[in-house]
């Protein structure tokens, strides 16, 4: 059976493939009579040596799981010494050190480290006390010393070789594991994003479409009628393509989907004009050169702050209500303020959850910006001041 096959087995067959080869072994070396380790030295009759072997190689199949078979094996190898050392036994036993070493406890382990450096002490000082021919002792200690270090030296490494390995795989799980926790995380921020977002454009267009409706029900003039109808027809054309394009963004997890391009400044005239039809007198003034691109993520958030900012004007501003709406560009800050007259008392449609206040507050902190909205005078003032780097053509 091939090495790699073997390696297929589970470990229990493993073990009974290795004990039975050993075996078949070890009956043709005490067959060929080749097994005296001290050739003067050997009482025992071959079925004696057999029945030994035997043991051991039962033995074999408990060495993984029974930790005791180390010393049931000491026990086979002292009786086969004081028979006279044999080959087959030593050799074998040699397996049992290197199971115990690789197998054992971490403390089993520790001890049969220690014990084989000991030997190697107890070996050499024994046989120079003892030995009558100090040369021939040493020789001997020399070529019996491999059997005990070299199996116990060979499984601490695979040993040590093997928790590196289960320390990077523990490692590698956990970072597998910290990134699903971080992709999980990215996912909740970026459908808070979105939630923000979808609040926005669907507040402010259904927000305007509820105060022009009004209007227009109020208006005998058919031709004015006409344009405040017209007007909310566009914002819910506009939700409903905002509403679509967010809910292809949440389908397409994965995949590439179409969607619409974010909302720029360069867009805020429709803004202004679903303002207008709601019955306010928008004033826009702006320093910022179209022609100048703006940081994506800057100006989507001057947008949506705009946008907020425009749709609370339209709940709280009287009908004519005068709003100032400036957005400039000067030291690497894109300032963005939005000035309107408060109705008093405010009309009841006007109280709302505070949620928009909220959400601009955290578009401008997600980019590093400040906002700021409170009273101002007589009216009410959004201002925003979001960094974007010093305009291209000034002097630094």
């Known amino acids: 059976m091939s090495i790699p096959r073997l390696r297929a087995l589970p470990a229990w067959q493993q073990d009974a493939v290795i004990a039975l080869a050993t075996w078949v072994v070890g009956v043709l070396v005490y067959a060929s009579g080749i097994h005296r380790l001290v050739t003067a030295y050997d009482h025992a009759p071959v079925w004696v040596r057999l029945l030994e072997l035997t043991a051991l190689c039962g033995l074999e199949l408990l060495r993984r799981w029974v930790p005791g078979a180390l010393l049931l094996a000491t026990a086979v190898l002292a009786v086969d010494i004081g028979l006279g050392p044999s080959l087959p036994v030593v050799v074998i036993y040699t397996d049992f050190l290197y199971a115990a070493t690789l197998y054992g406890s971490r403390r089993t382990s520790r001890v049969m ?120 027809r566009a914002n819910s054309v506009s939700a409903l393509a905002e509403m679509r394009a967010m809910i292809g963004l949440l389908k397409a997890e994965g995949t590439s989907a179409e969607t619409t391009a974010p909302a720029r400044l360069a867009e805020l005239s429709r803004l202004v004009e679903s303002a207008r039809a709601s019955g306010l007198a928008v004033k826009v003034e702006s320093t910022v050169d179209k022609k100048v691109p703006l940081p994506t993520a800057v100006d989507l958030t001057a947008y949506r702050i705009a946008q907020e900012a425009l749709t609370n004007a339209a709940k709280h501003a009287p009908d004519g209500g005068q709003v100032d709406v400036d957005i400039r560009h000067f030291d690497g800050i894109l300032e963005v303020q939005v000035r309107n007259e408060v109705s008093h008392p405010p009309p009841e449609a006007a109280h709302g959850s505070g949620t928009g206040l909220l959400n601009m507050r955290e578009r401008a902190d997600a980019v590093g910006g400040t906002l700021t909205a409170g009273p101002s005078g007589e009216g009410w003032l959004v201002r925003a001041e979001l960094p974007v780097g010093p305009p291209e053509g000034t002097a630094r």
Not at 115 to 122: F, M
Request: net charge neutral; no cysteine.
């Open 113 to 232: 480290i220690g014990v084989a450096a000991l030997s190697v002490v107890t070996v050499l000082a024994g046989v120079l006390l003892l030995g009558q021919e100090w040369r021939t002792a040493v020789l001997a200690a020399v070529g019996t010393l491999p059997f005990v270090l070299t199996p116990v030296w060979w499984a601490a490494n695979i040993r040590q070789q093997r928790d590196i390995a289960d320390a990077e795989r523990a490692n590698a799980g956990q970072l597998a594991k910290i990134a699903e926790l971080d992709r999980r995380a990215a996912v909740a921020a970026e459908r808070g994003r979105m939630a923000r977002d979808l609040h926005d454009v669907i507040a402010g267009h259904l927000s305007a479409i509820a105060i022009q409706s009004e209007a227009a029900l109020s208006l005998s003039d058919p031709q004015l009628a006409k344009t405040v109808l017209a007007s909310v």
